[in-house]
């Protein structure tokens, strides 16, 4: 392979128009470093967060993505050249690298560990055994403390981190209710997931609704939406509830308005805590292998909305925020 | 005393417009019922929450006032007659009654409690003895957290809580800066209370002033304001931070738009707290003694801002909001 697919970023996006913005551009395939290994991509994982990267804010949690460079995300795949120590060619590997067929990355700096390849499907490397299962972990037990017989709300729960948040807390005992958009998310919840209700963010009246769903109040409420969402589950928090923050997505590509219903917080005496993944990346091998005890168990439902092809990336990625996904957004690359 | 002057809610206040709204009125000195005590007001003290519940908001911690109702508000002085067990006339006493000479309170629901009558100044009760210097323990301790060497910020930081909790920041080795409205109020802090740094929230650009006053960012915000201030705060918020929040003044009169910049509780990963003190009231024995330990080595100035008369309330509890008291805003009865 001495050419090599990257997706650039050449502008910031305007909303969704991602074609104008990020191109497929060919360039040499890199040769590592010193320090560093390449990977030939199996599979991308496409997620949320990025978006807030390709704006030209600086107060979100990583600086913008220069223009010009490749747009990074988690890949996973196979070393192709290691100039790190610990890595081999062939070894099953994910890192943060970028939207291309062979990412180049420092093996300290990218995140880059080493797969247990005998898993059934290695796509849930990049879901349940990897960031998005460690978010929803850490978000449930140790942010918003779920207990048994507590009542859990989860929005964007047909999607990667929100599906998985939601069956930890039903293992943990809670009575748990789904947020997503249309009738045929809200089936997924209650039918495939088993979630005890689900409301349709997309109906008229989501506070009545939530309401309705939880008459005695939400005592944890597990965050990736914000905006108007936010503005319904507020009023709806049960006294000394916690809101476990781990996405804003309605604010990624464009600041939204604060909470109108801020002043909740204070009523309700609420906690509202944010976390992010890479934060307690340390405690990946722990985490991993709770996770992976469920998902051997066959206790976690684990869909995959899988698009075939680099080519196809920026239509893949539009889904995220179209919310047309049910599950984790991942593209075959080969 | 067979008639008792009693001030009453005719109407929702506009703004601070109280003369319009709330009216003094003359009914006959109340008898206590089974399990009440009456108590002949020494003082009053006049909280800015209290003007939450002076809307039609159902939202709040409490229920509106009705109209045609006393106001509430924290009393403190001596039983006239008690049928409740543990009181008798003559005690010193303090309790949630009514702006009134006399109010007749429930002993178990009023959260009546005899007081320590060899405290130096009678007032230290209502402030840094009672419920204003609870909060601001548990605000400092157990909400924020706050360990040596912390920054912490703390707005209205002139008034009754703020300067409590700015003061037990300092006893805790924290480095503090207090955010109070035009130069006389911040000499005070700094040269009465001997804080680390002011800042006039009355100032040009008060976020770029907490930057500067906090290069490396605010470790816990004890916040009572809320509104165009907490926007100016969340940007300088350090990684990990803590916000507690007792009080969001700005939004008691009229709903308050939410903060812009909510987004930065999760790209700085913050915890963000509601409290308020009628929570840990049956710790107030404990509390109390930890704060008067302080007190009475001289080491929590309490300034108050004390009005002569029943009479003039509604000029005392406008201070309250103009931001011209500097301490605990108190009227004397007699």
Same mark, same amino acid.
Request: net charge negative; glycine share 16%; no cysteine.
């Given at each position: 392979m001495s050419e090599n697919r990257v997706w650039t970023l050449q502008a910031y996006p305007? +909303? !969704? #128009?991602f074609a104008s913005a990020i191109h497929l551009d060919r360039r040499p395939t890199p040769e590592p470093a010193d320090g560093q290994v390449t990977i030939a991509a199996d599979w991308l994982s496409l997620d949320a967060g990025t978006r807030m990267w390709m704006t030209p804010r600086t107060d979100s949690y990583q600086p913008p993505i220069p223009l010009g460079s490749p747009v990074p995300g988690q890949v996973m795949g196979r070393v192709l050249e290691s100039r790190a120590p610990g890595f081999a060619p062939g070894d099953l590997v994910r890192a943060f690298g970028q939207w291309a067929d062979v990412s180049c990355v420092d093996a300290l700096a990218s995140g880059l560990m080493k797969l247990d390849p005998t898993v059934s499907d290695p796509r849930l490397h990049l879901g349940p055994l990897g960031m998005n299962g460690w978010t929803a972990l850490v978000g449930i037990e140790e942010v918003g403390r779920v207990k048994a017989g507590d009542t859990v709300l989860v929005s964007a729960a047909a999607g990667a981190t929100g599906m998985l948040a939601a069956q930890i807390a039903r293992e943990q005992g809670a009575r748990v209710i789904g947020i997503a958009g249309g009738p045929a998310k809200c089936a997924f919840l209650t039918e &495939?997931?088993? !979630? #005890?209700a689900a409301i349709d963010h &997309? +109906?008229?009246d989501v506070e009545a609704a939530i309401a309705q769903a939880a008459p005695e109040g939400i005592d944890v409420y597990f965050e990736n939406v914000g905006g108007p969402l936010l503005d319904a589950v507020l009023p709806n928090m049960a006294h000394y509830g916690r809101i476990a923050i781990c996405g804003l997505m309605a604010n990624y590509a464009q600041a939204q308005p604060g909470p109108k219903r801020f002043d909740q917080i204070l009523s309700r005496r609420l906690q509202v805590t944010g976390f992010f993944s890479p934060d307690f990346a340390h405690r990946g091998p722990e985490l991993t292998a709770r996770l992976r005890s469920w998902t051997d168990a066959g206790k976690l439902m684990t869909p995959f909305d899988e698009t075939i092809g680099l080519d196809n990336v920026l239509t893949a990625y539009a889904r995220l925020f179209t919310g047309a996904n049910i599950g984790k957004v991942v593209v075959r690359v080969r």
């Open positions: 305007e +909303g !969704l #128009d &495939q997931l088993k !979630l #005890d &997309q +109906g008229p």
